[in-house]
C-alpha cells in the first residue's frame, strides 16, 4: 500500500500536470491558427513573439512535471516494486510512439516545404514569369505590326486613286470599301483632326469603333511610319498615319483583337511584382513556419510522454493481478478468480470477463474430455463399417490430399502401398479435375462416370463427392463405385432391345421388294436389249440382297444376336468385285479401285456376312469423302484391296482419302453406340467386328500408308482364316475371340 500522504501528492501532482498539459495544447492550436491567418487576429510581430513566449514557458513547464514523474518511476525501479518493468515499458512505448513520429514529420515537413517551395522559385519559374510579361507586350507590338503593314498599303492605293476622290466621291468609297475587306479591315476612314471623318469604308462591322484622340493625330503628323493606337479598354487596335495627297487629312484603320492583348499585359505585370515580393519574404516564412512546428511537435511530444506516464500509473496494478492469475491458469489452475474493484473502470470489466472465461474454460475442457471418448468410439466404428463396404470410399481435405481410404477403394485404384497424405493427383489422377470442380464449386454433392484404366482393362467407375462443410477448408467425400459389368450388361440388353425393334420394322418390305424385283425381271427382261448383263446382274442383286436381309432379320428376331456364320467353300475374289461394282453404280462421283487377283481366291466364309461386312466399310468411308467440305473435298477415291498372306490368311484392305480417324480411343468406334458421324447409329463397325470374330479374323482401324507425307484418309483392314476358325462356328458357340485374333495378326505384322 502507498502512504496516505504519498498517494495524495500523486493525486495532486496528477491535477497539475492535466491542467498544464490541457493549457499546452490548446496554446499550441491557436499558434497554429494565429499563424495561419485562421483568425481575426493579425500575425504581427509582436504577436507572433508573445505567442512564441507563452509557449516556452508552457515547453518549460511540462519539463518539470516529466522530470517529477521520471524520477518517482526511478525510485520505484531501483527499489524492486512489483510491475516496475511493465511501468518503465509502458512509458518508453509512449515516448517512442510519440517521439518517432514528430521527428519523421519533421524531417518530411522541412524537405516538404523546401521541395515545395523551391520549383516556384526556381530560375524557370522566374523567366517563365518575366517572359509572360514580354510575351503579352510582344503580342501586342505584332498587332501593331499588322496594322501597320495594312495601313500603309491602304494609304499607297489611296494615294494612287487620288484622282478618283477628286472626281467621283461614289466610286472612292466603294473602293475604299473593298480594299477595306480585302485587307481585312473592318474599319477604314479618311479623318480630319479632331474627329470629322471624310470618307469611310461602307462596312457593317464594328461601325461604333472609338475614333482616334488629338493627341494620335499630333503624333501621326510628325512621324513618318503608322501610329498604333492601343486602347486602354476595349479590345479594338487601331492605327493613324497622314495622307499627304490628301490635305491635313488622316487615314484611320481599326481591327477587334482578343481581349487577352488588352488585359493580358498588366495581369502579368501584377503578377511579376507579387512574385518578386513573395520571393523576397520566403525564408521569413519558412523560418516562422519552422519554429512554429517545432514548439507545436516539443509540446506534443512531452504531452504524450506525461499521458503515458499517468496512464501506467493506472494500470500497473490491474495487470500485475492478470498476470498472476493467467500464470495459475497456465499451469492447469482453472479456479483461480480475479479480484475485481470496481473503480479501475474498463479493467474491472477486464476482470470480470477473465473470471468468466475460466469458468468457461473448465466447463468446455469437461465437455471436450467427454466429447473426445465419444468421437473415438464413433471413429472406430466409422472404421469398421468403411473396411465391409464393397464401394471405394476416400475422404480428401480441402488442398485435395488424401486422408482416408478403405481397402475396396485400394483395390479399384491398385495403389498397393501407403496413400494416406499423398495428393489425389498422384493416387488417382483420372479424378484430379473431378475432385477440383467439386472443391470449388457451389453444389454440395457432384457426380459423374470416370473410366480407370488398371493393369490393361479399362473400368467404368462411378463417381459420387460430397462435400463435408461450408465455405474455405472444406473436405470430400469421395465413393467409387465400379459398374463396368453393369454397364456391359445395359449396353448388351439396349442392343438386343435395338436389334429386335429394327428386325420388327425391316422384315415387313422384304417380300414386296423381292416379289417387285422379280416382277421387274420377268416382265422387262425380254425388251431391254442394250445393258441386259447389267439389268440382270442388278435384278439378282437386289433378290439376294433380299433374300440375305431376311435371313439376318431372322436371326436378329431369334434372341436379337448375330446370325451364326455358315461356312462354306467359296471364292473371295468374285464376292468382292460384286460388292464393288453394286457401290460404284450407286456412287458414280466417287472412284472406286479394286486391286484383285486375277485368279479365284477360295476360302471358307460366310459370303452373305462377308459382303455385310465390307458393304459396311465402304459405305463408312463414302460418308467420310463426303465428311469433308466441298471446296477442300477434292476427287474421292476408294481403293479395296485383297491379299493372301503365306501363313493362310486373307487381307481385305478398304483405303480412302475421307476425313480418317480421330486419333484418341480410335477403338471404342468398334463399341456399339459410338460414332463420329452426325446422325450415325454406331452400329455399323460394331457388326463389322463381330462378322469377323466370327470368322476367327478381326478388324483394324488405320491410317493411310502415305499419312505420313500428310495425305489424309482411312485404311480399314479386314482379315480372317482361309481355312476358317480353328472350330467350326457350325460346331458350337465357341469361336475364335477378337483377343486371339488380335494377337495372332501382330505376331505376323500385319497392320504394321
Known amino acids: 500500500m502507498m502512504p496516505r500522504g504519498e498517494e495524495k501528492s500523486r493525486r495532486v501532482s496528477g491535477w497539475i500536470g492535466a491542467i498544464v498539459v490541457v493549457l ?49 518511476l526511478i525510485r520505484a525501479r531501483k527499489a524492486g516494486a512489483a510491475a516496475a518493468g511493465l511501468h518503465v515499458r509502458i512509458v518508453g512505448l509512449f515516448s517512442i510512439i510519440a517521439a518517432l513520429p514528430a521527428v519523421l514529420v519533421a524531417i518530411i515537413a522541412t524537405v516538404t516545404i523546401e521541395r515545395g517551395l523551391e520549383p516556384w522559385f526556381s530560375d524557370r519559374m522566374r523567366d517563365a514569369v518575366f517572359k509572360s510579361v514580354e510575351v503579352a507586350d510582344a503580342y501586342a507590338a505584332s498587332q501593331c505590326r499588322s496594322l501597320g503593314r495594312e495601313i500603309r498599303i491602304l494609304a499607297d492605293d489611296l494615294t494612287r486613286a487620288k484622282p478618283a476622290y477628286d472626281v467621283d466621291r461614289k466610286w472612292f468609297e466603294n473602293f475604299l470599301t473593298n480594299r477595306a475587306t480585302a485587307l481585312g479591315v473592318p474599319v477604314a476612314a479618311i479623318m480630319q483632326p479632331p474627329d470629322k471623318v471624310v470618307v469611310r469604308a461602307n462596312i457593317n462591322v464594328l461601325r461604333d469603333a472609338p475614333k482616334p484622340d488629338q493627341a494620335a493625330f499630333d503624333d501621326a503628323q510628325s512621324a513618318p511610319e503608322p501610329i498604333c493606337v492601343i486602347p486602354r479598354t476595349g479590345r479594338i487596335f487601331g492605327a493613324v498615319m497622314k495622307l499627304p495627297a490628301y490635305d491635313n487629312s488622316f487615314l484611320h484603320i481599326a481591327r477587334e483583337v482578343d481581349p487577352l492583348a488588352v488585359e493580358f499585359p498588366a495581369v ?33 511530444l512531452l504531452s504524450a510522454i506525461w499521458i503515458g506516464l499517468s496512464f501506467a500509473n493506472g494500470l500497473v496494478a490491474p495487470i500485475r493481478r492478470m498476470i498472476h492469475a493467467t500464470d495459475q491458469v497456465s499451469s492447469g489452475n482453472f479456479y483461480v478468480q480475479v479480484p475485481v474493484r470496481r473503480s479501475e473502470g474498463d479493467l474491472a470489466h477486464l476482470g470480470e470477463t477473465f473470471n468468466k472465461m475460466t469458468a468457461e474454460l473448465r466447463r468446455q475442457r469437461d465437455g471436450l474430455v467427454t466429447a473426445s471418448e465419444v468421437m473415438d468410439r464413433r471413429r472406430r466404428f466409422t472404421e469398421t463399417v468403411l473396411s465391409g463396404v464393397s464401394s471405394g470410399v476416400l475422404s480428401l481435405d480441402a488442398d485435395g490430399h488424401v486422408t482416408t481410404i478403405n481397402r475396396s477403394a485400394e483395390s479399384l485404384l491398385g495403389t498397393g502401398g501407403r496413400v494416406l497424405g499423398k495428393p489425389i493427383a498422384e493416387v488417382a489422377p483420372e479424378v484430379t479435375s473431378f475432385v477440383a470442380e467439386a472443391l470449388q464449386g457451389r453444389q454440395r454433392q457432384s457426380s459423374g462416370q470416370i473410366i480407370f484404366a488398371r493393369a490393361g482393362q479399362d473400368r467404368m467407375v462411378n463417381v459420387r463427392a460430397v462435400r463435408e462443410g461450408e465455405g474455405i477448408g472444406a473436405g470430400l467425400v469421395v465413393t467409387l463405385d465400379d459398374i463396368t459389368d453393369l454397364v456391359s450388361a445395359q449396353r448388351t440388353a439396349a442392343w438386343a432391345d435395338v436389334a429386335r425393334r429394327i428386325a420388327h420394322e425391316i422384315k415387313n418390305p422384304l417380300t414386296p421388294i423381292q416379289l417387285s424385283a422379280e416382277r421387274i425381271k420377268r416382265r422387262f427382261g425380254r425388251v431391254i436389249t442394250e445393258g441386259k448383263d447389267v439389268f440382270d446382274q442388278c435384278t439378282d442383286t437386289i433378290v439376294r440382297q433380299v433374300e440375305d436381309i431376311r435371313r439376318m432379320v431372322d436371326e436378329f428376331s431369334s434372341f436379337a444376336r448375330m446370325p451364326k456364320p455358315s461356312l462354306l467353300r467359296e471364292d473371295i475374289v468374285e464376292t468382292i468385285r460384286q460388292i464393288v461394282f453394286l457401290w460404284r453404280v450407286g456412287n458414280p462421283e466417287v472412284t472406286i479401285e479394286e486391286s484383285l487377283p486375277s485368279e479365284p481366291v477360295s476360302a471358307r466364309f460366310d459370303r452373305r456376312l462377308i459382303s455385310q461386312a465390307l458393304t459396311n466399310v465402304i459405305k463408312n468411308a463414302t460418308e467420310a469423302i463426303d465428311a469433308i467440305p466441298i471446296e477442300e473435298r477434292g476427287h474421292g477415291r476408294i481403293d479395296v484391296r485383297l491379299e493372301r498372306l503365306d501363313d493362310g490368311r486373307i487381307v481385305i484392305d478398304v483405303i480412302d482419302n475421307g476425313k480418317g480417324l480421330p486419333a484418341d480411343q480410335r477403338q471404342k468406334l468398334l463399341e456399339p453406340y459410338m460414332t463420329t458421324r452426325e446422325g450415325g447409329t454406331g452400329l455399323g ?26 495425305a489424309r484418309g482411312a485404311r480399314i483392314r479386314l482379315w480372317f482364316p482361309e481355312a476358317g476358325p480353328t472350330q467350326d462356328v457350325e460346331d458350337g458357340d465357341n469361336a475364335a475371340s477378337p483377343a486371339s485374333g488380335l494377337n495372332h495378326d501382330r505376331r505376323n505384322g500385319i497392320g504394321s
Open 24 to 72: 499546452a495544447l490548446v496554446s499550441a492550436l491557436l499558434t497554429f491558427l494565429v499563424l495561419s491567418g485562421a483568425t481575426p487576429i493579425v500575425p504581427v510581430h509582436e504577436i507572433v513573439v508573445g505567442v512564441f513566449v507563452l509557449n516556452a514557458l508552457l515547453i518549460l513547464a511540462l519539463l518539470v512535471i516529466v522530470a517529477f514523474e521520471a524520477a518517482v
Open 268 to 300: 502579368a505585370r501584377g503578377a511579376a511584382v507579387e512574385y518578386l515580393s513573395i520571393d523576397a519574404r520566403r525564408k521569413g516564412v519558412q523560418i516562422a513556419f519552422a519554429s512554429m512546428y517545432g514548439l507545436i511537435a516539443l509540446i506534443l
Open 685 to 710: 463397325l460394331a457388326i463389322v467386328g463381330k462378322i469377323l470374330e466370327d470368322h476367327g479374323g478381326g478388324i483394324e482401324l488405320l491410317d493411310r500408308p502415305d499419312a505420313s507425307s500428310g
